[in-house]
């Protein structure tokens, strides 16, 4: 008597049976599609207006950047230039109160020495010689020597102060080296003119003079 068979012992595991597929594991789904014409434009136009955008953004960040180079160098030009002027016109007012000093005080002795004309021009003045007497003449002109002298020890000295007494005028300024001063050529004479112009045309002359020989030459020679 033979035994049941179990057919589960001759189920060869490592094929599949041919009821099972090779994807009978999961539930096969549609296979994706393509893009269509309307989805890739809608997706181009897209892409166009990021770009736009991102072009727009990096204008932005130009103008951005302008503004802020702009506004460096102005603010590096406000403290170069504060700097600068700060420091001329401290040295300025330095120099000025000094010259105003020196004003004051020549201004000061410039009155004084004034006074002392006044006061000398005074005395020189009231000399009266036609009330001089037999008697009292001797003493009268020595006074009125004595006046000239004093009248003269200020003029000597005022003179030694201020050269405008002597008319020296405040000297002009000097031209740089090497130029003329205006008006300086039309005062020349005709013979010296006629100098300077050969002096500055010689060299003009003499190239047009060996042109013309070195050209005569080779007409020669043929």
Do not use: Y
């Amino acid at each position: 008597m033979s035994l049941p068979s179990d057919d589960a012992e001759f189920v060869d595991r490592e094929f599949p049976s041919p009821a099972e597929g090779p994807g009978s594991g999961s539930p096969s789904g549609p296979a994706p599609r393509p893009p269509t014409r309307e989805e890739l434009e809608a997706r181009a136009a897209t892409t166009q207006q990021r770009i736009t955008e991102l072009r727009r953004a990096q204008e932005e960040l130009e103008r951005e950047r302008t503004t802020l180079e702009e506004a460096r160098r102005r603010r590096t030009e406000f403290e170069a230039g504060r700097g600068e002027m700060i420091q001329h016109l401290t040295r300025g007012i330095a120099l000025l109160e000094q010259a105003e000093f020196q004003a004051r005080r020549d201004a000061d002795q410039m009155a004084k020495t004034l006074a002392a004309f006044r006061e000398a021009l005074g005395r020189l003045e009231s000399i009266q010689e036609e009330t001089w007497t037999t008697q009292n003449w001797n003493t009268e002109l020595t006074r009125a020597l004595t006046a000239i002298e004093n009248a003269r020890m200020e003029w000597n000295a005022a003179r030694l102060k201020w050269t405008l007494l002597d008319g020296v005028a405040p000297a002009a300024p000097t031209a740089p080296p090497g130029t003329a001063a205006p008006g300086a050529l039309p005062q020349l004479g005709f013979w010296s003119l006629c100098r300077l112009g050969f002096a500055f045309t010689w060299p003009l002359a003499a190239a047009v003079l060996i042109a013309a020989v070195a050209l005569l030459l080779v007409l020669l020679r043929r």
